[in-house]
Each structure stands twice: as C-alpha cells, then as structure tokens.
C-alpha cells in the first residue's frame, strides 16, 4: 500500500481508503451483517488502508459505530473521515430520499458531539460538509466555527463532500478558493472526468487534496455490470440510465487496448488511472467484501499511467471514446415527433412526448 499527504495537512492516507458507508446501508445490492462489517474493517487494515470514510447519517450511525467498536484503542493508528450536515435526529429517511440539511454552526456542535461519541474517539481527522448546497459555502459563521474547531484540535481539518450526483462544481470551486478546506470529495472516474478535471487544477493551486468516490462509474469499469443488468430498486445504481450503460459499454470496449498494453484489467485501469493524477489523495472504491478489499488495496503498488497514457484517456474522453452517443427514449420520441409534424401522426407521437 502506498500512502499520500491529505491536501495541506500532514496527514498521512492511504491511496486506496475504506468507503464505510456499505456497512451502514443496504444501499449496494447486499445486507452486511455487523459481524461482515467488522471482518471487512479488519481485513481492511490488514492490507495497509488506515482511511476510514462514513458519514453520521450511513445506517443512522451505525456505520460510526462499528467503527468505534473495531478500532477501539487503535486511534493513532488509523485516519477517520465522516460527513454531517443532515438532520437525522429531526426527519426520518424514506429509501434514498434526502434529508433535510443543517449546515449551521448550532446544529455542527451537536452533530459532531454525537459523531465523536459513536466513533469513541476525541478527535475527528477529517470533518466535512455532506453534499452543502452555495448557500452553506457561503456562511462565514459556519466555516469560522469549522476553523475554530480545528484550533482546539477536536478536528484535525475539514472539508466539502460534493454531491449528491455528479456535478456540483461551483460549490466545489468555491470552497477550494476561499475556505481553508484541506479536501473535497467528488465523482471522478474514466467516463466521467467532469467537473473533477476543474476541481483538480483549482485544487493544485490551493493544495487542496482530492477524495474520489464512485471511482468505478458504479461498477461499470469493473466487467461486473453488463448492459443487460438490471439493479434492484433500493440499488444505488438503479439511477444509472440503460443509455448511459449501454453506451458505456462499447467506450469500455475501446479502452481495452491500453489496458491490454499494460497487462491490466480493466478495475486496475480504472483506479491506476486516478491515481495517475497527483492532486489526488484518496480513492474510495465501493467494497462488500473482504475479497474486494485485497483486490483493490493490492491495486496501490506505484505503477500508473505515464503522463502521456493518462493524456490519452483524458482525450478519448473529449472524443466520446470513439462511440456514436446512445440515444435515450425521450430523444428517440422528440425526434420522431419532429419528423412526423404535419402529419396525421403528429398529435397522437406529440402527446406521448408530452407526457
């Protein structure tokens, strides 16, 4: 396991960190018992990953919790990341609805309280905002009160969790160029480069470390999804269109050669490629079991991409990787509904686009 500096702190992370959030929720298409859960903790450090990533809200605490239970009086050892900002004490979650948020300076007090108690610990390494929205970035009082904390030591540093889909990039940009964040944590991988490639260059200049999550486009870089797979409904990836998979696969298809060329597949393509990236600090694969673990921690060995590879693939990308773009059913419809204007058919394929 190789290890990075986290943005400007002198704390020491694993390139490949432990995403807790599967021990907290069924959210991936598998229960994880907490027996399961602890295993996976422990295996986790066996291979070298001392970055332990939840957040308050993962299974209402109970992904916190088993941390605290597994690492109890191994705190110096390992680097704890969790995110707050949702009032889970005042609204209950319904499936993947969100919550009501609370980035206030009252309401961190009490999140954090709780949080440390869950953790057993009297410090968090890495406090971040869960998926604020531009006006939480723009609360001075907020990010005083963040800043504060942070001289007392009960945080070592804080942070902006970007989300909760792609995108969020002028959040991201304004919490790397004017708060005194240490990371930010986005969506970046192979097919989807954007806004991580902004954040990366606004990062560099304001040594600010990159977390990574989703770095597998949800499993699509790992041969595990095909386009014939169907996610069940409390999946997390049943959000992903059956356009954007099945144009996927034929991209994944065309970066084959470079990963043949390395004699690699295409799950080590996929992180080496990240990792490629110097601005970034850590990667967060989505792992649920302990065989999982071993995988991706051995992917961490300090043979990536060249400059010129890398550049290669953040080519294919502005060129679509080379594939004619799918299109989804509602542009299928709106075209037909175009050519068929005038025509008797017209009324009845309008009315269908419509609705």
Known sequence: MKYRRLGKSDIKVSEIGFGAWTIGLDWWGKKITDEEAIKMLKKAYDVGINFYETADMYGKGKSERLMGQTFKGMRNEVVYSTKWGYDMYGAEQIGHQELPQKHDSEF???????????????????????????????????????????????????????????????????????????????????????????????????????????????????????????????????????????????????MKPLADSKGWNMTELAIKFILSQPQISVVLPTMISTEEIEMFAAISDGNYLSKNEAVQLEEMYEKNFYVKPVASSDEVLYSLFLELAGTEQYAVVGHAYLL
């Open 108 to 254: 961190l007090q009490v999140a954090l309280k709780k949080s440390l108690e869950r953790l057993q610990t009297d410090y968090v390494d890495v406090y971040s905002l869960h998926n604020p929205k531009m006006g939480a970035m723009q609360n001075d009082e907020l990010f005083a009160s963040l800043d504060d904390l942070v001289k007392q030591g009960t945080i070592k540093s804080h942070g902006v969790a970007l989300g909760p889909a792609i995108g969020w990039r002028d959040e991201g940009l304004f919490s790397i160029t004017n708060r005194n964040v240490t990371c930010v944590q986005t969506v970046y991988n192979i097919l989807e480069q954007d806004p991580g490639r902004d954040l990366m260059k606004a990062a560099a200049q304001n040594d600010v470390g990159i977390m990574v999550r989703v770095p597998d486009a949800s499993g699509l870089l790992t041969g595990k999804v095909t386009a014939e797979t169907k996610f069940d409904k409390n999946d997390h990836r049943s959000f992903r269109k059956q356009e954007f998979i099945k144009e996927a696969m034929q991209k994944i298809d065309n």
